[in-house]
Structure formats: structure tokens, C-alpha cells
Nanobody
Framework: VQLQASGGGLVQAGGSLRLSCAASGRTIGNSNTGWFRQAPGKEREFVAVFKGGAYYADSVKGRFTISRDFAKNTVYLQMNNLKPEDTGVYYC???????????????????WGQGTQVTVSS
């Protein structure tokens, strides 16, 4: 399984970016693909995932949208109204057999993309 994340960049506060995660070796329709992020000096944290429906960390609700393109086997993260605290390396990750209580637990994801840097300036 390989995950290729892309789309990061430098943007001003209030701006938007769309991240992409192209998967191979595992079908996104038969697995759970999520996004995590890691700010400098902090632990990697959950951002969003599909499990039945879309679920988001409270810090991004209403601003970020996760979507899927089954034909391209790709998961997207549309990020609007970006804030400086959204700065970090964003990773996509894949898991199978997630249950509700563990879908935000990064240790339950067995494959990770290489990460893409998002920097939001104030």
C-alpha cells in the first residue's frame, strides 16, 4: 500500500488549500483513509476521516471538508479559512477495521503517506 500526499504550501490566514492523497494497493472504498497533522514540537493529531460518514476534529469543523474520488482512488482535504494554528505537516493514513472509538487513534492506521507541509502566515 502506498499513499502519496500532495497540495501543501504557504498561504495567508483566511486562505484555502486542497490536499490530495492518492492511494495504491488498497481501495479507498474498502478502507478508512484519514488525515492527521503534526505541528513543530507537538504530537501528530487527528484531523478528519471517512467512516460511514465524514468525521472531523473539533478544531477544523466547519472549515475543512474531506472527500473521495473512487475512480481516482484519491482522498482530498479541502481546507478553508486557514489559521496560523493549522500550520504543520499533513499526513494521510489508511486503516482497515476501524471502530468508532479508535478512528482518531493514529496507532490504528497501518499505512502512511510521506506528509505535505502546510504553512499559514498571519
Amino acid at each position: 500500500v502506498q499513499l502519496q500526499a500532495s497540495g501543501g504550501g504557504l498561504v495567508q490566514a483566511g486562505g484555502s488549500l486542497r490536499l490530495s492523497c492518492a492511494a495504491s494497493g488498497r481501495t479507498i472504498g474498502n478502507s478508512n483513509t484519514g488525515w492527521f497533522r503534526q505541528a513543530p514540537g507537538k504530537e501528530r493529531e487527528f484531523v478528519a476521516v471517512f467512516k460511514g460518514g465524514a468525521y472531523y476534529a473539533d478544531s477544523v469543523k466547519g472549515r475543512f471538508t474531506i472527500s473521495r474520488d473512487f475512480a481516482k482512488n484519491t482522498v482530498y482535504l479541502q481546507m478553508n479559512n486557514l489559521k496560523p494554528e493549522d500550520t504543520g505537516v499533513y499526513y494521510c493514513a489508511s486503516a482497515t477495521g476501524l471502530i468508532w472509538s479508535t478512528m482518531t487513534d493514529r496507532t490504528k492506521y497501518d499505512h502512511w503517506g510521506q506528509g505535505t507541509q502546510v504553512t499559514v502566515s498571519s
